[in-house]
C-alpha cells in the first residue's frame, strides 16, 4: 500500500443534528476545503481557521439538505465557491420553502431567531466523476443519488494526519448521507429513491476498495473493510 502524505483534517459536529462539517488542508497556514458547512458551525469554524491559519479556497456539498448546507452562504462570502451535484443546484435557490415546514419552525424555536436563507452567490455545478483540484488537493466526485437526487461522495487519494497509524487506510471518501458506519441515508424524503439508492451502494459504494477510509455526514468514522463486512445495508449486493 502506498503512503501518503497526510493532510490537515478537522472535523466538528454541527449545532443540530450532529451534521459533520469537514475542514481539509494540506498542512497548517495553507488553503483549505469545507465540506458541509451546517447548522450554527461558523463560531467553531472560524476558531478552526484561526488555529491552524486557513484560508478557505472551496466549499464542498455533498447534497442540498438544510442541515448540510445552512451555512454555506456566510461561509462563502462573495467569492468562495460552493460546489454541488447539478442534480441538487435547486435546492440552493429556496432552501427554507423546500425543507419541511416543522422542521423550520423547531429550529426556530431551538435557536429562538427566525430562520433565514440567501442564496450563494457562486455556485459551481459539479457532475460524476469530475475532479476538483482545491487547496492543493485532489477530488474526484461520486454521484450515488438515493438519498437526494444529486447526493455525491468526494474521494481523495489522502489520510487525515494520525489516522494511517491506527487503521489500514491509503485513500479517504466524505460519504455525506450515503453511507454512515453501520448505516446509510434515508430514501423516504422528497427527492430519495430506494432503488437508486440500492443501485448507488452496488456499482459506487461496494467497488470501493477495503482501505479506503469513510467520513460519512454524521456519526463517526469507518472503513470499507469494515462496513463490506459489517453494514447490513450492503449485504447480499454483490461485489
Given at each position: 500500500?502506498?503512503?501518503?502524505?497526510?493532510?490537515?483534517?478537522?472535523?466538528?459536529?454541527?449545532?443540530?443534528?450532529?451534521?459533520?462539517?469537514?475542514?481539509?488542508?494540506?498542512?497548517?497556514?495553507?488553503?483549505?476545503?469545507?465540506?458541509?458547512?451546517?447548522?450554527?458551525?461558523?463560531?467553531?469554524?472560524?476558531?478552526?481557521?484561526?488555529?491552524?491559519r486557513l484560508r478557505p479556497a472551496a466549499v464542498l456539498l455533498t447534497h442540498g439538505h438544510l442541515d448540510h448546507v445552512y451555512s454555506v452562504t456566510p461561509v462563502c462570502g462573495a467569492d468562495t465557491a460552493a460546489y454541488i451535484h447539478a442534480n441538487d443546484r435547486y435546492r440552493l435557490v429556496d432552501l427554507l420553502g423546500q425543507s419541511n415546514p416543522g422542521l423550520v419552525?423547531?429550529?426556530?424555536?431551538?435557536?429562538?431567531?427566525?430562520?433565514?436563507?440567501?442564496?450563494?452567490?457562486?455556485?459551481?455545478?459539479?457532475?460524476?466523476?469530475?475532479?476538483?483540484?482545491?487547496?492543493?488537493?485532489?477530488?474526484?466526485?461520486?454521484?450515488?443519488?438515493?438519498?437526494?437526487?444529486?447526493?455525491?461522495?468526494?474521494?481523495?487519494?489522502?489520510?487525515?494526519?494520525?489516522?494511517?497509524?491506527?487503521?489500514?487506510?491509503?485513500?479517504?471518501?466524505?460519504?455525506?448521507?450515503?453511507?454512515?458506519?453501520?448505516?446509510?441515508?434515508?430514501?423516504?424524503?422528497?427527492?430519495?429513491?430506494?432503488?437508486?439508492?440500492?443501485?448507488?451502494?452496488?456499482?459506487?459504494?461496494?467497488?470501493?476498495?477495503?482501505?479506503?477510509?469513510?467520513?460519512?455526514?454524521?456519526?463517526?468514522?469507518?472503513?470499507?473493510?469494515?462496513?463490506?463486512?459489517?453494514?447490513?445495508?450492503?449485504?447480499?449486493?454483490?461485489?
Amino acid at each position: 500500500m502506498v503512503r501518503l502524505p497526510p493532510v490537515l483534517t478537522v472535523a466538528f459536529p454541527a449545532t443540530a443534528f450532529d451534521t459533520n462539517c469537514y475542514v481539509l488542508a494540506p498542512a497548517p497556514g495553507e488553503e483549505c476545503v469545507v465540506v458541509d458547512p451546517g447548522i450554527g458551525i461558523e463560531e467553531t469554524l472560524r476558531a478552526v481557521l484561526t488555529e491552524h491559519r486557513l484560508r478557505p479556497a472551496a466549499v464542498l456539498l455533498t447534497h442540498g439538505h438544510l442541515d448540510h448546507v445552512y451555512s454555506v452562504t456566510p461561509v462563502c462570502g462573495a467569492d468562495t465557491a460552493a460546489y454541488i451535484h447539478a442534480n441538487d443546484r435547486y435546492r440552493l435557490v429556496d432552501l427554507l420553502g423546500q425543507s419541511n415546514p416543522g422542521l423550520v419552525a423547531m429550529l426556530e424555536q431551538q435557536f429562538g431567531t427566525r430562520a433565514t436563507w440567501t442564496e450563494p452567490s457562486n455556485v459551481v455545478e459539479i457532475g460524476d466523476r469530475t475532479h476538483l483540484d482545491l487547496a492543493g488537493l485532489g477530488f474526484d466526485v461520486l454521484h450515488a443519488p438515493g438519498h437526494t437526487e444529486g447526493s455525491v461522495m468526494f474521494a481523495v487519494d489522502a489520510v487525515p494526519d494520525g489516522i494511517a497509524d491506527q487503521v489500514d487506510v491509503d485513500r479517504t471518501v466524505l460519504s455525506g448521507d450515503v453511507l454512515f458506519a453501520g448505516s446509510i441515508g434515508r430514501t423516504d424524503l422528497p427527492g430519495g429513491d430506494a432503488a437508486a439508492m440500492h443501485r448507488s451502494l452496488r456499482d459506487v459504494v461496494l467497488p470501493l476498495p477495503d482501505t479506503t477510509l469513510v467520513l460519512p455526514g454524521h456519526y463517526g468514522a469507518s472503513t470499507m473493510e469494515r462496513e463490506r463486512a459489517t453494514n447490513p445495508h450492503l449485504q447480499g449486493l454483490g461485489a
